[in-house]
């Protein structure tokens, strides 16, 4: 499951909250301040907000979340491991390998989601 099916799940005001708070907005660039995100609330305070934050369904949102923002490490640590490998490190070529390794294992199982989701229609067309 990813973030965005997540958060449509949410109350609308508690989606709005988590975009704030992990900047989730389709627009990067949008920062909102503390007193910005209270309006748009319509609260006076985050306490409502904060208390939810010990709950389970923002444990499990943060789970998703994190989740999210590993593939974006893991292309990072590739990127940085491939440069090192390319010029010899031997230490960067064992960690290449594994890699390569765990991301075929990510790859058949995203081979095996993808190809279940090819029978969902969304009703789109393209």
């Known amino acids: 499951m990813d973030i965005h099916r997540v958060l449509q ?3 609308p005001k508690k989606r709005i909250y988590l975009k704030w708070k992990f900047n989730l907005w389709f627009d990067q660039e949008k920062k909102l301040t503390e007193q910005e995100i209270l309006q748009q609330l319509g609260v006076k305070t985050l306490n409502g907000y904060i208390r939810w934050e010990k709950s389970e369904d923002y444990k ?3 789970s998703v979340y994190l989740a999210s923002k ?3 490490d893991m292309l990072n640590i590739y990127e940085t491991v491939k440069d090192k490998a390319s010029k010899g490190d031997m230490k ?3 960690m ?3 890699l390569q390794r765990e991301i075929n294992a990510h790859k058949k199982a995203a081979e095996e989601y ?3 989701a090819e029978d969902d229609d969304d009703g789109l067309e393209l």
């Open 96 to 98: 290449m390998l594994k």
């Open 60 to 62: 499990h949102f943060v």
């Open 114 to 116: 993808f190809a279940g």
């Open 70 to 72: 590993s593939a974006q």
């Open 9 to 11: 799940q949410l109350p």
């Open 92 to 94: 960067a070529i064992d």
